[in-house]
């Protein structure tokens, strides 16, 4: 059998909060990485085959402006969090709060008529069992 490691066997909230948790840090922890590159490759420079002199495109990151930006960004992200912690189902979608049904189309997605076979396959198979 297979048992998670927070326990349970049902995908509910200590599931779906991890998930949501992992997708929602695994973006900024990837702009993180991009940010830290980006500032080695001002201030170092990168590989140079040709051994041109590069060192004019080497561009110095002004003090001020990079520690404005990253306290902005910081406190942007204090609030979000803050939101988050505080309350972490006011940006959720409500949608999954709703019981499922398989015998009934959900409302966020509009019948059209190129769905109308996989409708009526969908809707056959509980007779079937």
């Known amino acids: 059998t297979v048992e998670w490691i927070w326990g349970g066997f049902s995908i509910n909230n200590a599931t779906l909060n991890l998930f949501f948790s992992l997708h929602f840090l695994l973006p900024f922890i990837i702009l993180f990485m991009v940010i830290i590159h980006l500032f080695f490759l001002h201030s170092t420079g990168s590989s140079n085959p ?5 060192n004019y495109y080497k561009i110095t990151f002004y003090p001020y402006f990079l520690i404005k ?12 969090f803050i939101i988050i912690l505080q309350n972490p ?6 949608d ?34």
């Open 69 to 80: 930006d990253l306290l902005m960004m910081l406190l942007i992200l204090l609030i979000f």
């Open 96 to 129: 999954y709060f709703k019981i499922a049904n398989s015998m009934i189309t959900p409302t966020h997605i509009k019948p059209e008529w190129f769905f109308l076979f996989a409708y009526s396959i969908l809707r056959s198979i509980p007779k079937k069992l």
């Open 50 to 54: 040709l051994g041109t002199n590069m």
């Open 89 to 94: 189902y006011y940006l959720g979608d409500p």
